[in-house]
């Protein structure tokens, strides 16, 4: 039986992970369970799964949780509560929102463990860094994005072929709510409208990324460093069905996809099980039922963060932790009504231009240029909400 830590165990992944083990009886073992603030959810997660430890990264919550937990299963707290819980299985599911995951995948790889990593942001931000850590004996680092998971299985389809035959990554975007309009029909987007949308459910923030395409951006960088692959070799294109959840195509003209209906306990599953397979058919498909597939190429004057996500990937050392901080903050200030969506990206772009060129040489290296970042897009924001 694999062992399993759960990182972020409450959130929308942390969930889904839940639903993959109890599809799947006497396969998995739930060690630990860990989550920043939802105690409720975590007591009843941990009444159910019996797991070794819990982990609650508000140390202020630590008594209510205490007084809900079942016999025999210990309780870590503080804000290094989570990384400490990421040493404990066989396998750590980072299901962390934003650069809050970084010290679970440092802590995870560097214990030599496997990582199923959600939290796309670490490996962004910290992507040397995290490089290091990757060379651990042991660490292995498997993909829960839909998009890189397909990567994965793609490159896994060609075993034995030379990585040097690879031609492009193709990664597919739903297009989010706003798929065809122009830049300034998104003028009057509001918090309701930026939140549904047509195809995943997920958390707000990542709901807002897909919006505005950021989230695209990002997983463009995340390929780069899970593949090795180099920007110019890294294509977007949108398919609003999200059947196709990327391509790889190699260098005889072969192209090779994963295709399945959008189900993201299927590559949590596939991360769970590998190099084996889960036996629930997540995402299956009704080949009668599938009528099209479409794709087109993104409108990059109507969500630039794309390109700026380009941009940053090409530059390189801190660059890529500097636009993802901005761009929490500028999500943030979205969601809480300071800013237009539209805001979003020019806040991006500003940061951007003053990325102050340090290198990614060190993690503590890399948390302060996340803060000065965050410093910089409040002020950006502060300067637009006075005005």
Same mark, same amino acid.
């Given at each position: 039986?694999?062992?399993?830590?759960?990182?972020?165990?409450?959130?929308?992944?942390?969930?889904?992970?839940?639903?993959?083990?109890?599809?799947?009886?006497?396969?998995?073992?739930?060690?630990?369970?860990?989550?920043?603030?939802?105690?409720?959810?975590?007591?009843?997660?941990?009444?159910?799964?019996?797991?070794?430890?819990?982990?609650?990264?508000?140390?202020?919550?630590?008594?209510?949780?205490?007084?809900?937990?079942?016999?025999?299963?210990?309780?870590?707290?503080?804000?290094?509560?989570?990384?400490?819980?990421?040493?404990?299985?066989?396998?750590?599911?980072?299901?962390?929102?934003?650069?809050?995951?970084?010290?679970?995948?440092?802590?995870?790889?560097?214990?030599?463990?496997?990582?199923?990593?959600?939290?796309?942001?670490?490996?962004?931000?910290?992507?040397?860094?995290?490089?290091?850590?990757?060379?651990?004996?042991?660490?292995?680092?498997?993909?829960?994005?839909?998009?890189?998971?397909?990567?994965?299985?793609?490159? !896994? *389809?060609?075993?034995? %072929?030379?990585?040097?035959?690879? #031609?492009?990554?193709?990664? &597919?975007?739903?297009? /989010? +709510?706003?798929?065809?309009?122009? !830049? *300034?029909?998104?003028? %009057?987007?509001?918090?309701?409208? #930026?939140?549904?949308?047509? &195809?995943?459910?997920? /958390? +707000?923030?990542?709901?807002?990324?897909?919006?505005?395409?950021?989230?695209?951006?990002?997983?463009?960088?995340?390929?780069?460093?899970?593949?090795?692959?180099?920007?110019?070799?890294?294509?977007?294109?949108?398919?609003?069905?999200?059947?196709?959840?990327?391509?790889?195509?190699?260098?005889?003209?072969?192209?090779?996809?994963?295709?399945?209906?959008?189900?993201?306990?299927?590559?949590?599953?596939?991360?769970?099980?590998?190099?084996?397979?889960?036996?629930?058919?997540?995402?299956?498909?009704?080949?009668?039922?599938?009528?099209?597939?479409?794709?087109?190429?993104?409108?990059?004057?109507?969500?630039?963060?794309?390109?700026?996500?380009?941009?940053?990937?090409?530059?390189?050392?801190?660059?890529?932790?500097?636009?993802?901080?901005?761009?929490?903050?500028?999500?943030?200030?979205?969601?809480?009504?300071?800013?237009?969506?539209?805001?979003?990206?020019?806040?991006?772009?500003?940061?951007?231009?003053?990325?102050?060129?340090?290198?990614?040489?060190?993690?503590?290296?890399?948390?302060?240029?996340?803060?000065?970042?965050?410093?910089?897009?409040?002020?950006?924001?502060?300067?637009?909400?006075?005005?």
């Amino acid at each position: 039986m694999r062992s399993l830590a759960i990182v972020g165990a409450t959130g929308s992944i942390g969930t889904q992970a839940l639903e993959v083990v109890r599809a799947e009886p006497g396969r998995y073992d739930v060690v630990a369970l860990g989550a920043s603030t939802s105690v409720e959810t975590l007591a009843k997660q941990a009444v159910e799964f019996r797991p070794r430890v819990v982990a609650l990264a508000d140390a202020s919550r630590a008594g209510d949780l205490a007084a809900l937990l079942p016999d025999g299963t210990d309780l870590v707290t503080g804000p290094d509560a989570l990384a400490t819980i990421s040493t404990a299985a066989d396998v750590v599911v980072n299901g962390v929102v934003g650069f809050a995951g970084l010290p679970v995948t440092l802590a995870a790889l560097e214990a030599g463990k496997r990582l199923a990593l959600a939290n796309k942001e670490s490996l962004i931000a910290a992507g040397p860094v995290v490089q290091r850590a990757r060379s651990t004996p042991g660490a292995e680092l498997i993909p829960v994005d839909s998009e890189h998971c397909a990567v994965h299985q793609c490159l !896994r *389809a060609n075993a034995g %072929g030379d990585p040097t035959k690879v #031609a492009r990554i193709v990664l &597919t975007a739903s297009g /989010g +709510p706003f798929r065809g309009r122009s !830049r *300034a029909e998104l003028a %009057g987007i509001t918090v309701d409208d #930026a939140l549904a949308h047509p &195809t995943w459910k997920m /958390g +707000p923030k990542i709901t807002v990324d897909s919006s505005t395409l950021m989230n695209k951006g990002l997983e463009v960088i995340e390929a780069h460093e899970l593949f090795g692959v180099d920007y110019d070799h890294i294509d977007v294109v949108v398919h609003p069905q999200s059947v196709v959840h990327s391509m790889v195509e190699f260098a005889d003209g072969a192209t090779i996809a994963q295709l399945s209906l959008p189900d993201m306990r299927l590559p949590i599953g596939y991360a769970l099980a590998y190099p084996d397979r889960a036996s629930t058919p997540f995402g299956r498909i009704d080949w009668a039922e599938l009528r099209r597939l479409d794709f087109e190429a993104p409108d990059l004057d109507a969500f630039p963060c794309l390109r700026l996500a380009y941009a940053a990937g090409r530059a390189g050392e801190t660059a890529p932790a500097w636009l993802n901080a901005a761009n929490e903050i500028a999500v943030d200030a979205f969601l809480d009504g300071l800013i237009p969506w539209t805001a979003i990206a020019d806040v991006l772009a500003e940061a951007l231009d003053r990325h102050d060129g340090s290198t990614a040489d060190s993690a503590e290296a890399v948390v302060a240029a996340d803060r000065a970042a965050r410093q910089l897009a409040h002020r950006l924001i502060d300067k637009r909400t006075a005005a």
